[in-house]
């Protein structure tokens, strides 16, 4: 049964990382097939069944979700909106001032609202509100909203936006037109009750404990409300592994269910008569089913809570069903249990660590006949964890808490027994009045100090370091997966601490063969930033933009691509110039990555800047990087102003070229004109009119030109007629907003290979289809090969 659970979990993973979603014919093709081979007597073939029915599952929850997405003709035009505020509205500032993030279902449209949008009753979307706001869950709006399909970044190791989204169950994101007319239609009457009630106890802690640093801390152990959580304190808590303490998770709802029983087993036993019904870890579990759940509710039943609270059911359901639980069994089904219901949670990380941490401690402690002593289970379940993650987290370039084991042995009780506990008596006190409250949560608050000084001093210890990505040789994380289980055997396993010798080609650090030069565009929306890498040395020119103080593309997207292909220092930084979808993620791209030296704008409290001056000159492993514009004294625009930086190695040239406009353009063609020619071009300006103007494009002749600007962005960039340009000189045009990031590779005898565009080289069904774009990015290798 187990094998059987597990095949058709392997089939829902694999349906979740198709490059496309196969049709009806093919789909009925899998349910016969899947249906036939269950049927038949041979056990592997049963399991082959399994595996097609999950597949045929996640394809068909697939569909659904594509189903459900904002049509493509809705996009980027306004629509008018009755919907329903749902979830905890949060407020959030960013470039543009007050931000609300909202997230509502769609009631109905409005009577005038015709086609698509006619039948898209039931969508959930999350859009933003800019400016001051005040928003309650069930109240009834009239909105006029600009929305989009769910759609994100794709970059080297970046996060899944996209999938993430369609996995919430979000069908379309955008934001509330700043001068429409908005309008209240309702205080209450739609939505979920609960909704009401969370807001509204959120609201009475923030005005009892606003002034206490704790409080968002406090807001995420009981209402699973992260809102107030910085970047910060995330990279606090990822240096410390303690990130699953201030997520509510397995962890949480575990612990609520072990409390009840506890108490519900204390009171069973004074009640003879209750016994002769049901033993006492059934009225146990009966009492924590709903408690559970309730915690859940709490929570916002979220879909990380949703499959926290789906794993614990399982295990109840079999305490009920039988005398002893198999836990491997109980495992097995909740794996398949939240694959089913959740078919993308399989991209999310935070599943796969929840799933092989449980798997590790059955593999060490279930069986055993003698239990741990209680001073052993404060530290032995610790380094369990820390090995069984060593794979997981290099594989996915997550850095490794080296205090984490001898932090959580302390952060655990404190949070078990002490923070979550009194966080829930106090909450459910303010019921019946602020008094009885104030000292249950008062301890919570002081609870949490005490951790936060826990982890600050863990992390100034021991800072978080990072395994090797395992680069493209599966061998070392198969082997380090094998060395993981053989190192967990059970005491008295033959050859047991072999497996740490399996572990160690993952603590070497991958040496690949490098080409000369490495030039990766990444897809940061409306802005730009590039990474340049020659065989030992990487640069990044520009970071760019800073979205909100919570996300910016510096620390989210630049620092998380470098990590990927295992850069862990920057050599140099870039910084065309100051406006702020090239230099507003800087700031989060310092705070992340040591960095030596910085060319060009001014950032306050980083690495003193050197002003960006043409004619400077440097070589990195036979690489020539020439700084071409502006030269000393330039007066002009930030635009104008950018610095152009020229790489050239084995006869192949790249030019970045910022934002320069038709001023600059002309002046590097009067001063530097030997020097424009070049291969591959930066477009300026994110192809805007003012720049690449058709003299600029002649003197360069591309062979690729890069584009970055965002999908749909408002300034229509890249302009048709710029693009024509450049296609009138034979250039291939490579766009981030079509093909997400483009990599492209010079070898060491100057062979330019075809690009890599992300998009298109990691494909999933959730992308859109875009044939233009494959030929684009097929053909620009035709363009670049040559002498």
């Known amino acids: 049964m187990i094998a059987g659970m597990l095949a058709g979990a392997a089939g829902i993973v694999v349906a979740s990382r198709l490059p496309a979603l196969p049709g009806v014919p093919v789909l009925m093709l899998l349910l016969a097939v899947g249906v036939a081979l269950c049927c038949l007597p041979a056990r592997w073939l049963r399991l082959g069944g399994c595996f097609v029915l999950g597949l045929l599952w996640g394809c068909l929850r697939g569909h659904e979700s594509l189903a459900r997405a904002l049509p493509t003709e809705l996009e980027a035009s306004d629509v008018t909106v009755r919907l329903c505020i749902e979830g905890l509205p949060q407020r959030r500032g960013d470039a543009r001032g007050e931000q609300w993030r909202l997230r509502a279902y769609i009631l109905d449209p409005l009577p005038q609202a015709r086609g698509p949008l006619a039948r898209w009753q039931g969508r959930r979307i999350e859009f933003s509100w800019y400016g001051p706001g005040d928003f309650v869950p069930g109240e009834t709006w009239s909105m006029r909203l600009r929305l989009r399909a769910p759609r994100g970044f794709v970059n080297p190791g970046g996060f899944d936006y996209q999938a993430w989204l369609l996995g919430q169950g979000i069908d379309a994101t955008g934001h509330a037109v700043a001068k429409a007319r908005h309008a209240r239609l309702a205080a209450s009457g739609c939505g979920a009750p609960f909704d009401r009630w969370r807001h509204g106890l959120r609201a009475r802690l923030e005005q009892r404990f606003d002034d206490d640093p704790q409080l968002g801390r406090l807001l995420a152990v009981t209402l699973g409300d992260a809102s107030r959580f910085t970047p910060a304190d995330w990279e606090l808590f990822a240096r410390t592994g303690t990130t699953h303490l201030m997520v509510i998770s397995g962890m949480h709802i575990t612990l609520v ?286 970071a760019g933009p800073r979205y909100s103080e919570r996300f910016d593309a510096g620390r989210a997207i630049v620092a998380t691509a470098l990590r990927a292909d295992g850069v862990r220092e920057l050599d140099r930084l870039v910084l065309s110039h100051a406006d702020a979808d090239h230099a507003g993620g800087a700031p989060g791209l310092l705070a992340a990555l040591p960095v030596r030296e910085v060319i060009g704008t001014a950032l306050p409290g980083a690495v003193a800047a050197r002003p960006c001056l043409r004619g400077e000159t440097w070589t990195w492993d036979g690489v020539e990087f020439r700084l071409l514009h502006p030269p000393p004294g330039f007066a002009a625009s930030d635009n104008d102003g950018s610095c152009v930086l020229r790489i050239a190695v ?78 009138g000189v034979g250039a291939r045009v490579l766009e981030t907003a079509r093909h997400g990031a483009v990599r492209l590779r010079i070898e060491q005898d100057g062979t330019l290979a075809r690009p890599q565009c992300w998009r298109i080289a990691h494909r999933r069904y959730w992308f859109t289809a875009d044939a233009v774009a494959e030929r684009a990015c097929a053909g620009a290798v035709g363009g670049a090969e040559g002498g």
């Open 650 to 727: 084995a006869g192949r040239v790249l030019l970045l070229a910022g934002d320069i406009e038709e001023r600059a353009e002309a002046l590097l063609r009067a001063g530097e004109a030997a020097l424009l020619g070049a291969d591959v071009l930066l477009v300026p300006h994110h192809g805007s009119r003012s720049s690449s103007g058709a003299p600029m494009v002649a003197a360069v002749a591309p062979a690729i030109a890069l584009v970055s600007a965002g999908h749909r962005n408002r300034f229509g960039h890249p302009h048709p007629e710029v693009v024509a340009r450049y296609h």
């Open 257 to 542: 269910a072990l409390l009840v029983i506890g108490a519900t087993g204390a009171v069973v036993r004074r009640i003879p008569r209750a016994l002769l019904w049901l033993p006492v870890r059934s009225w146990g579990v009966l009492a924590a089913l709903p408690a559970t759940l309730a915690y859940a509710v709490l929570a916002g039943m979220g879909v990380s809570v949703q499959r926290a609270l789906l794993m614990v059911t399982v295990a109840f359901l079999y305490v009920l069903r039988e005398r002893t639980l198999q836990p491997w069994l109980a495992w097995a089904s909740a794996l398949l249990a939240v694959l089913v219901a959740q078919p993308l949670a399989a991209l999310q990380s935070g599943f796969w660590l929840s799933f092989i941490t449980v798997g590790a401690l059955l593999l060490v402690y279930a069986g055993r006949v003698a239990a741990p002593s209680r001073l052993a289970l404060l530290w032995q379940p610790q380094i369990v964890v820390a090995i069984a993650l060593l794979g997981p987290l290099a594989a996915i370039g997550q850095s490794q808490a080296p205090l984490a084991p001898f932090v959580n042995a302390l952060a655990i009780p404190l949070t078990d027994l002490l923070i979550v506990p009194s966080a829930l008596a106090g909450c459910l006190l303010l019921a019946a009045g602020d008094a009885l409250a104030w000292l249950p949560l008062r301890v919570a608050l002081l609870g949490l100090g005490a951790l936060d000084g826990l982890l600050r001093h863990a992390a100034q210890l021991a800072p978080a370091w990072s395994l090797p990505p395992p680069g493209r040789d599966a061998w070392r994380f198969a082997c380090a997966v094998l060395g993981t289980v053989w190192l967990l055997l059970p005491r008295g396993f033959p050859g047991r601490l072999a497996g740490a010798v399996l572990l160690l080609p993952l603590l070497v650090p991958v040496r690949e063969a490098r080409p000369a030069l490495e030039v990766t565009l990444l897809d940061v929306g409306q802005g730009t930033a590039v990474i340049v890498r020659t065989a030992t040395h990487a640069l990044v020119y520009d």
